[in-house]
C-alpha cells in the first residue's frame, strides 16, 4: 500500500471516527496528533493524512454543498458516515490538491468504498466524483 492510501485510510479513519462520535474534526485531529507524536513509527502517513483533514476542515462547506448538489436526491445526512467521509477526501483532492489526478482521486475513492462500505457505494462514490470532477472540465 503506498504512502498516500495509507494517509487516505488515516484521514478517513479520522473523519469517520469524529462522525459516528459526534465530535469536532479539530477534536479528532488533536488526539490523532497526540497518537502521532506518541508513535514515530505512524510518521509516514500522518502528513498527508493531516493535509487532507485540515484541509476538508477548511472547505467543508463548500465540498458539502457540492455532495449535496450532485447527489440527486441524498441529503449528506442520509448517507452512510463512511460514504460522506470518502466523497469529502475524494473531493478534497479534486478541488484543492493539483498533485493528485481526479482520476487517482476518484480511483482511490471507490477502491476504499469497495473495501470499507456497502456494496452500493463504490458506484456511487464513483458517480458523484465523476459528475462533480466533470462538471470542472
Known amino acids: ?11 478517513l479513519d479520522i473523519l469517520y471516527g469524529a462522525d459516528v462520535r459526534e465530535e469536532s474534526i479539530n477534536t479528532a485531529l488533536a488526539v490523532e496528533q497526540a497518537r502521532h507524536d506518541a508513535d514515530p513509527k505512524r510518521a ?9 483533514v485540515t484541509g476538508i476542515t477548511e472547505h467543508g462547506d463548500e465540498i458539502d454543498e457540492l455532495i449535496e ?10 448517507m ?5 467521509a470518502l466523497l469529502r477526501i475524494g ?18 475513492a471507490v477502491e476504499s468504498a469497495r473495501i470499507h462500505s456497502t456494496e452500493d457505494s463504490a458506484g456511487f462514490v464513483n458517480g458523484l466524483l465523476g459528475r462533480i470532477a466533470a462538471s470542472r472540465a
Request: glycine share 6%; charged share 30%.
Open 1 to 11: 500500500m503506498g504512502a498516500r492510501t495509507k494517509s487516505r485510510k488515516r484521514a
Open 44 to 52: 509516514s502517513s500522518w502528513g498527508y493524512a493531516r493535509d487532507i
Open 69 to 78: 448538489t450532485y447527489a440527486q436526491d441524498w441529503t449528506i445526512a442520509r
Open 80 to 84: 452512510p458516515a463512511i460514504d460522506r
Open 91 to 108: 473531493l478534497w483532492e479534486i478541488l484543492y490538491n493539483d498533485e493528485v489526478p481526479d482520476g487517482v482521486a476518484i480511483s482511490e
